[in-house]
C-alpha cells in the first residue's frame, strides 16, 4: 500500500482541474488528431500519426500519474487547524536571514505543488525539513549549497 501524499487543498483542486482538462479537451483533440492522421494512408511512414500516437503516450499517462496522486493524497486544510505558532505543512512562514536581514516568505506544500517563484516550498525541500516543528522566535540553521544559512522564524501563518 502507498503512503498518503500530503497536499493542499488548492494543489488537490488544479490537479483535478487539469486532470478535467486533459480528459475533456486534450485527450479528444489527440483522438481526432490520431483519425485525421490515419486517413492519409500508409502508417509505417505516417509522422504525423506517430507524434499524435506519441501525445497519446504521454496524455494516458498524466491522467494516470494524476489519477494515482489524487486517491493517495491527503489534504489537509491549514485553515480549519489551531494556530499554534509552529510550523507545520500548509502553513505560511516569514523568515528574517539573520546574515543579510532580509525577510523572505515561503509557504510549505506537497512535492507536486511546490513553485520556488511563488514562494511554495516542497515539505521535503531542506528549508522546510529544517522549519518543520520550530515555532515564531525561533532560530533555524538551513544547510544550502553555498554553505549554512542562519534564519529566525518571524511569523507562521494560517492562510
Given at each position: 500500500?502507498?503512503?498518503?501524499?500530503?497536499?493542499?487543498?488548492?494543489?488537490?483542486?488544479?490537479?483535478?482541474?487539469?486532470?478535467?482538462?486533459?480528459?475533456?479537451?486534450?485527450?479528444?483533440?489527440?483522438?481526432?488528431?490520431?483519425?485525421?492522421?490515419?486517413?492519409?494512408?500508409?502508417?509505417?511512414?505516417?509522422?504525423?500519426?506517430?507524434?499524435?500516437?506519441e501525445q497519446q503516450g504521454f496524455c494516458e499517462g498524466r491522467i494516470q500519474d494524476?489519477?494515482?496522486?489524487?486517491?493517495?493524497?491527503?489534504?489537509?486544510?491549514?485553515?480549519?487547524?489551531?494556530?499554534?505558532?509552529?510550523?507545520?505543512?500548509?502553513?505560511?512562514?516569514?523568515?528574517?536571514?539573520?546574515?543579510?536581514?532580509?525577510?523572505?516568505?515561503?509557504?510549505?506544500?506537497?512535492?507536486?505543488?511546490?513553485?520556488?517563484?511563488?514562494?511554495?516550498?516542497?515539505?521535503?525541500?531542506?528549508?522546510?525539513?529544517?522549519?518543520?516543528?520550530?515555532?515564531?522566535?525561533?532560530?533555524?540553521?538551513?544547510?544550502?549549497?553555498?554553505?549554512?544559512?542562519?534564519?529566525?522564524?518571524?511569523?507562521?501563518?494560517?492562510?
Amino acid at each position: 500500500m502507498l503512503d498518503k501524499v500530503p497536499m493542499t487543498q488548492a494543489g488537490a483542486d488544479a490537479l483535478r482541474e487539469e486532470l478535467e482538462h486533459l480528459k475533456k479537451v486534450d485527450r479528444p483533440r489527440i483522438v481526432q488528431a490520431i483519425a485525421e492522421a490515419r486517413e492519409h494512408g500508409d502508417l509505417k511512414e505516417n509522422a504525423e500519426y506517430h507524434a499524435a500516437r506519441e501525445q497519446q503516450g504521454f496524455c494516458e499517462g498524466r491522467i494516470q500519474d494524476i489519477e494515482g496522486k489524487l486517491s493517495n493524497a491527503q489534504i489537509i486544510d491549514i485553515t480549519k487547524l489551531p494556530h499554534t505558532g509552529k510550523v507545520m505543512f500548509g502553513a505560511t512562514v516569514d523568515l528574517i536571514n539573520l546574515d543579510t536581514d532580509e525577510t523572505v516568505s515561503y509557504t510549505i506544500v506537497g512535492d507536486d505543488e511546490s513553485d520556488v517563484k511563488a514562494n511554495k516550498i516542497s515539505v521535503n525541500s531542506p528549508i522546510a525539513r529544517a522549519l518543520v516543528g520550530k515555532s515564531e522566535g525561533d532560530e533555524v540553521v538551513v544547510q544550502t549549497p553555498g554553505g549554512e544559512v542562519e534564519f529566525e522564524i518571524d511569523t507562521v501563518k494560517h492562510i
